[in-house]
Each structure stands twice: as structure tokens, then as C-alpha cells.
């Protein structure tokens, strides 16, 4: 922390970089660490290749290029909630220019970066971007602590995914609070102002919700053509993921996406402290937190994926 203290001391500029399919953390991150930096003088470039589908993060895509162009330019990269340069869809060699910085909570991804803070236990990446800010001696404004409360907000599920160890977000989502950081007006942002049509993929997916593995696993699926009829951003998946968790003898919820003609997405999720579901991702190429992962599968298709899956899963769960 101190070594990326002084690096940002030394340094007027800052390219920020966030992940691919950003989400409210990614954003909270990336933009509550340019707007705290230019309280401080510093000028900062904001980059995400998007897309800005998630109604948590829609209103900020205007703040972000997704074209970088390292020519003549200096200062220094700052990736944020991911670790590795292949996840923020950047070249890897336009970010090596730079001095660069990684502030991070997940667990997966090959070392990379000058200087590195990266804090699995961490609930959200926004925390970190908070601690970073006491560290320095400042305090974030409201603007900032309504960005840090929304990754941490979107990254716990409103708090319901942390456990007996979640103290430190209730601790950094007191301060947020204090700082001007409205949890009611964060959790209408974010859950508010639905499409009627999201209703219809919602009621779709729980349609579609087919359980293997005596009940342990459940998987659902969107294809292209659901998209033609309704457009993506009606799309609430963590709507149907709460409500498949939910249901009794549940172990692990996966919803199949089938992104372009040649891509399907995955999304993992458990409430089962005894299944990581990051290592699960990973073993198919993708990653992620414990109860919380994902990846693609190319050149395939909704129905192949879900065949994939249960065969992983029977291996997994036994
Ligand atoms: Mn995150």
C-alpha cells in the first residue's frame, strides 16, 4: 500500500481499467478512484470495453473510452477488481508501458502489475479504493462515497451474501454512510425503474429451470433468440439466481447465456461454504469468487453448455 501511495504521489495521470462486463463494483471502483484522485489534483482517463447493460452501472458509460491509445502518452495504469490485463479486453502490451498498479479481491488470475493490492477477503474491490483513500490521510466525498457504497452494496447483494465474517463491510459501509452514501437511494438505482419485459425473461428463466444431480444443481438458459423478442437489457438474472437458491436441496444455480452466435456465458453461484465455485470456473476456463463465478464456452451452444455442465457438476459434487 505504501509503495502504490507513493507511486500515485509521484504521478499526474492515471489511465483507470476495470473488467470486461463491468458491474457496479467494477464501476464504483474505477470512477470513485478517478473523481477521489481529482480531488487531489490528479487527472485521471476512465476505460471499459462495457457493455453497460446492468441498470447498476448504465448512467456512467459516458464517462469511459473504450479505445486506449498508449502512444505518447505517461503516467500511470490502474487496474481495479481484476488482476490480470486480459480481463480488462485491453492489449496487455499498451498496459505494460506504464508503471502500473492492481487493486483487487479476487483470488484468481496470474501475477501482473508493478504494485499489487489484492485482498481476497475483501467484500468488494470499492473497499479497497476506500482503505487506499484513509491510508493517504483524505476522506472521500460524497460523490466518491456514493460510487464505493454502490460497489459494495452490488458485490454483497445488498449485504445478504456476507457471513460471520462480513464485519469489515458493515464497518466500511458505516463510514460510506457517514460520508453521505444513501443505502435506500443506491438500492432504488440499482433495483428500481424495471421493464415490464423483464418480467417476461424472469418468468422465462424460472420456466426454463431444469434440476440434476437429485435436485443439487439447477440450470437455466437464454438464447439469441429471447433477445430478438426482448432486448438484453431487460435482463435481471439475480433476480431468478435469488429465487433458485432459494428453493430447497439447492446446491449450485447456473444460468446459460448464449452471448453471440459463438459464445455462451455462464454464471455460477452457491450459497454452500463447502463448494468454490471459482475453482469450478476455472477447471472450464473461466474464474471467479467461491460462491460467485463464470465463463465462456466458444463455438457452442445453450443446449451443449447445460450438457457440459452437469457433467462437471456430477464430478464436483459427487
Ligand atoms: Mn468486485
Request: contains cysteine; hydrophobic residues 40%.
Amino acid at each position: 500500500m505504501e509503495r502504490i501511495i507513493q507511486t500515485i504521489k509521484e504521478h499526474k495521470t492515471f489511465y483507470i481499467f476495470g473488467h470486461i462486463d463491468p458491474d457496479g463494483d467494477c464501476i464504483g471502483s474505477q470512477l470513485g478512484l478517478a473523481r477521489f484522485l481529482e480531488q487531489l489534483g490528479k487527472k485521471c482517463y476512465l476505460y471499459s470495453k462495457g457493455k453497460f447493460e446492468r441498470q447498476e452501472i448504465k448512467q456512467f458509460q459516458g464517462h469511459f473510452a473504450d479505445i486506449f491509445d498508449p502512444a505518447d502518452k505517461d503516467g500511470v495504469a490502474i487496474i481495479v477488481d481484476c488482476s490480470t490485463p486480459d480481463r480488462t479486453g485491453f492489449e496487455k502490451e499498451g498496459i505494460d508501458k506504464f508503471p502500473t498498479i492492481v487493486i483487487d479481491h479476487h483470488s484468481s488470475g496470474d501475477i501482473f502489475g508493478d504494485f499489487r493490492y489484492v485482498k481476497p477477503q475483501a467484500s468488494a474491490c470499492t473497499m479497497l479504493i476506500l482503505e487506499l483513500i484513509e491510508a493517504m490521510g483524505e476522506k472521500p466525498s460524497k460523490e466518491v462515497a456514493e460510487l464505493l457504497m454502490l460497489g459494495l452494496c452490488t458485490d454483497t447483494g445488498f449485504f445478504k451474501h456476507l457471513t460471520e465474517t462480513g464485519a469489515p463491510a458493515f464497518e466500511a459501509a458505516a463510514k460510506l454512510t457517514g460520508y453521505g452514501a444513501s443505502p435506500n437511494k443506491i438500492y432504488f438505482d440499482v433495483n428500481g425503474n424495471k421493464k415490464a419485459a423483464t418480467l417476461k425473461l424472469i418468468s422465462q428463466a424460472l420456466e426454463r429451470a431444469k434440476f440434476y444431480l437429485d435436485g443439487r444443481l439447477v440450470i437455466t438458459y437464454e438464447t439469441l433468440e429471447d433477445y430478438a423478442v426482448i432486448p438484453r437489457e431487460c435482463r435481471d438474472i439475480d433476480t431468478v439466481y435469488l429465487l433458485l437458491l432459494a428453493t430447497e436441496g439447492v446446491q449450485v444455480v447456473a444460468s446459460v447465456k448464449e452471448d453471440d452466435p459463438d459464445k455462451v456465458t455462464v454464471g455460477l453461484r452457491t450459497r454452500c461454504s463447502n463448494i468454490d465455485l471459482g475453482a469450478a470456473a476455472a477447471l472450464l476456463g473461466g474464474g471467479g469468487h467461491k460462491k460467485a463465478a463464470g465463463c465462456k464456452i466458444m463455438n457452442s451452444n445453450a443446449k451443449a453448455v447445460v450438457q457440459l455442465l452437469v457433467d462437471h457438476f456430477s464430478k464436483i459434487l459427487g
